[in-house]
Every structure is written in C-alpha cells, then in structure tokens.
C-alpha cells in the first residue's frame, strides 16, 4: 500500500520569502501525487496533482510542486509567500489501479510572518 | 458547480444520542469518500463507495459508525450511539478518477 511522509510539521516563513514544503512517497510504481491545502475551518482545496507528463507542475495561487521518481519526492513550492498562504498542507499518493483511495501525510502547517 | 454539499456544518449532541451526517457529492462524480479529522490523530479514510457500492470500510472504528449511499447523489454517515470521542471534523469527498473534491466539513461535538 502507498503512504506519505511530509517530515515538517511546522514552518515558520516571512511574507515574502520563498517556501518548500517536503513530500517524500511510499509505492511501488510511479503514483497520482496531489498536494492540498487547507486553511482554519475549511475543507481541502487542490493546489495540483501530478499525473504524468512533465515532472514540473503547476497549480493554482502560485504553487508549483516538482515529482522526482529517483527521490520518491513531490514536493511544493512557492517563490514569494503571500500572508494569506498561512494554513495546513497536506500531500497525498494515489494508486494507479482501480482502487481511488488517497493516503494522506500528516500535514505541514504554515506559518507566515510579517 | 456547487461543489460538494455536506449538512450541517456544526452538530452538537449529547452522548448517547444518535448524529447523522449528510453529504452530497458532485454531480457524476461515482466515487464517494467519508474521511474524519482529528488533532491527534489527522485525516483519517473512514469508508468509500464506489457507484454507490461500499468498497472499503476498513477505516470505520467500530460498529456505532455506519454509511450508507442509497443513490449516486446522497450518503449519509451515522453515529449510534455518539461518544465524546468522536468529536472531530468529517469531511465528504467525491471524484470521478482519482482528483477528490472534499465539501466544507461538519464539525462534531459529542458532550
């Protein structure tokens, strides 16, 4: 079965600065990778996913997020963080296969600063 | 769209008492996720259906939680009788591949 590491659980960043948020994934073959983000009291919304092509992808408000099959990483990026990116991030690894279950990580919480 | 549609947004119950949790996924979307989150314990897979079929219920803690889909456009998550600890947030999510559209959440609170 796949699973997710995201190895920070918290970051503190300054409006402004760029941020890398970790994702390192669990499976045997190369996965569906979604990020998520979801701010206090809302559901989760979609940054992106990547599927297969392009190993760079990008999402919405800025995100990009690059898979590395040699790293079992996917992880998310954003060149210039903007206050209202403060919230909690989640990745998330998918089979290829009938089965549509997400494994989620545990979450980074973002913290931005002014 | 109007995204997926989950009802109420907040309950608070006394325990004992029986808590149903309601959802409408996106149209024609055929896969439907109920997932409840917690501090201590985060996003957790309860069950999914798959054209209104239970696939996976291995998620469900114990035999007080049920769910139901009697049609593609509704489900319903149940707590019989609730406890204190099953306050958490629950989350309904639906797709149509892989790509989940999760609604707005119904936070629980069990006195």
């Known amino acids: ?114 | 769209d109007a995204g997926v549609i989950q009802s109420p947004r907040h309950e608070v119950t006394e325990m004992g008492q029986e808590v149903t949790l309601r959802c409408k996924p996106i149209s024609g979307h055929n896969s439907l996720f109920w997932y409840r989150q917690t501090m201590m314990r985060g996003l957790e897979l309860l069950i999914y259906f798959n054209n209104n079929v239970p696939i996976d219920d291995s998620g469900m803690p114990e035999d007080r939680f049920s769910a139901k889909m009697p049609n593609a456009s509704f489900s319903t998550l149940k707590i019989q009788p609730s406890e204190p600890r099953d306050s958490a947030v629950y989350f309904c999510a639906s797709s149509r591949v892989n790509e989940q559209f999760f609604g707005p959440g119904t936070r629980l609170t069990v006195l």
């Open chain 1, 1 to 114: 079965a796949q699973s997710v590491t995201q190895p920070d659980i918290h970051i503190t960043v300054s409006e402004g600065a760029s941020l890398e948020l970790r994702c390192n994934y669990s499976y045997g073959a190369t996965p569906y990778l979604f990020w998520y983000v979801q701010s206090p009291g809302q559901g989760l919304q979609l940054l992106l996913k990547y599927f297969s092509g392009d190993t760079l992808v990008q999402g919405i408000k800025g995100f990009e997020a690059e898979f590395k099959r040699s790293q079992s990483s996917f992880n998310l990026r954003k060149p210039s963080v903007h206050w209202s990116d403060a919230a909690e991030y989640f990745c998330a690894v998918g089979a290829r296969s009938n089965d549509y279950k997400l494994s989620f990580g545990a979450g980074t919480t973002v913290t931005v600063r002014a």
